[in-house]
């Protein structure tokens, strides 16, 4: 780095480069008017990526965007200020402008995931290949209730608020494939910059009322979309939910079969299948536990169950918990720390544990002893609903 007049060396960073580590050099901070002096010591000349955080220089290229969003099938997603016409709807033109820090493109690569060059001994400009990134636009300077991010800023925010609608799109539509959502996510963006892809922000910003309109919704409706929460001791009872019924609806213009895949032995449904007839009766199903969650040990079990319209491949999705907990409880839940000399006497020589049933059936409880120098007043009986206290000596 050299002073303004170009007479001065200020500092430097010449860390050897032999194959063995990343390519990377660093100075520590910039100051206004400094000039940046990059020297090839030996071998041959390539392309190189010049990074200044925040810094803007005076002569520049384009292609500062960097990193894993830049892989093929990645997203990569430029910020727009929501502020710039919230709480109106983002518009068309120079009203909703890139954000300034916000990477642009396109991006170069020279390599394969592999690592095979892409154009081998070519690492120059004119070398590897360039692919179009960003990709897509997304609002930043957004509010959300996480704390530390009252106000939500940079393509950290952008990026995610993406993948949302994203996400929201798969669940509107299960059926669609990546490759669909990918054209459904490029395909109806708004242009704020020139006609079509544009270096800074790619095909535009994601516009959700648009994309709605590109798909139509699954037609198989399932309400409530989650299923029960039931706890309960092993044995039972479980608490209240134990059971959740689901409606299905029709809300296409066509009928269609379907189908619940249910692979929890621990669970029962009223119904494994049917039809539905556009505007028609809804069908309840009720899923419930049965016996064979009354013989699980304690744990935590986890179930999904997969409704399936049968002619549109549409898959809904509900997930269902039963915590069991082990009735058996001991107390205190550490034993005593004896100390002496040798032949005694010790300064503690007993410990009384209480044990108590806190389930609503009788349970068979044993001890196991494997000191010899340990003494237990009882080594397994039944225990009912009242307390045992076994005495170790």
């Given amino acids: 780095m050299l002073n303004a007049s170009g007479t001065s060396v200020l500092a430097s960073s010449t860390t050897r480069q032999n194959g063995s580590q990343n ?8 100051v206004s008017g400094e000039r940046i002096v990059i020297v090839l010591f030996s071998g041959t000349n390539r392309f190189l990526h010049l990074e200044t955080g925040h810094g803007l220089l005076s002569i520049s290229t384009a292609g500062n965007t960097k990193g894993h969003h830049c892989a093929t099938n990645a997203f990569c997603v430029a910020a727009v200020a929501a502020t710039n016409t919230y709480p109106g709807a983002f518009t068309s033109g120079p009203g909703d402008p890139v954000e300034k820090f916000s990477s642009d493109g396109p991006r ?30 997304a609002a930043d300077r957004v509010t959300t209730d996480v704390p530390g991010f009252a106000t939500f800023s ?27 959502i990918t054209e459904l996510l490029t395909t109806t963006t708004l242009d704020i910059m020139s006609p079509g892809v544009d270096r800074d922000s790619g095909y ?20 409530p979309q989650t299923g029960f929460n039931a706890v309960g001791y092993a044995g039972g009872p479980f608490t209240v939910p134990s ?13 269609f079969t379907w189908s619940l895949a249910n692979t929890s032995a621990w669970l029962s449904a009223s119904s494994q ?13 009720t899923v419930s536990l049965n016996t064979t969650a009354s013989n699980l040990p304690s744990g935590l079990y986890t179930a999904t169950l997969y409704f399936t319209n049968l002619a549109s491949g549409g898959v809904r999705s509900c997930s269902v918990a039963l915590t069991v907990y082990e009735p058996l409880q001991i ?11 040798a032949g005694g006497p010790f300064n503690v020589t007993s410990q009384t544990f209480s044990l108590s049933n806190a389930g609503a059936h009788a349970i068979t409880w044993s001890l196991v002893n494997t000191s010899a120098w340990l003494n237990a007043s009882s080594s397994g009986d039944h225990c009912l609903r009242v307390v045992r206290q076994p005495r170790l000596r």
């Fill in 23 to 30: 390519p990377y050099e660093s100075i520590g901070s910039l």
């Fill in 108 to 137: 170069r690569v020279f390599f394969q995931a592999d690592g095979t060059p892409i154009t081998p001994g070519n690492f120059s400009s004119s070398g590897g290949a360039v692919r179009q990134k960003p990709d897509i636009a």
């Fill in 154 to 180: 940079g393509t950290s925010a952008a990026a995610p608020h993406a993948a949302a609608i994203a996400a929201l799109l798969k669940s509107y539509n299960p059926k669609l494939t990546s490759a669909q």
């Fill in 204 to 223: 535009g910003i994601v516009m959700v009322p648009a994309i709605l309109e590109a798909t139509s919704p699954e037609p198989l409706r399932v309400t």
């Fill in 243 to 255: 059971q959740t019924t689901f409606t299905l609806t029709n809300v296409g213009s066509a009928p």
């Fill in 273 to 285: 299948g049917g039809s539905l007839t556009p505007g028609g009766l809804a069908t309840p199903v």
């Fill in 331 to 341: 107390a205190p839940g550490t034993g005593f720390t004896a100390a002496g000399g």
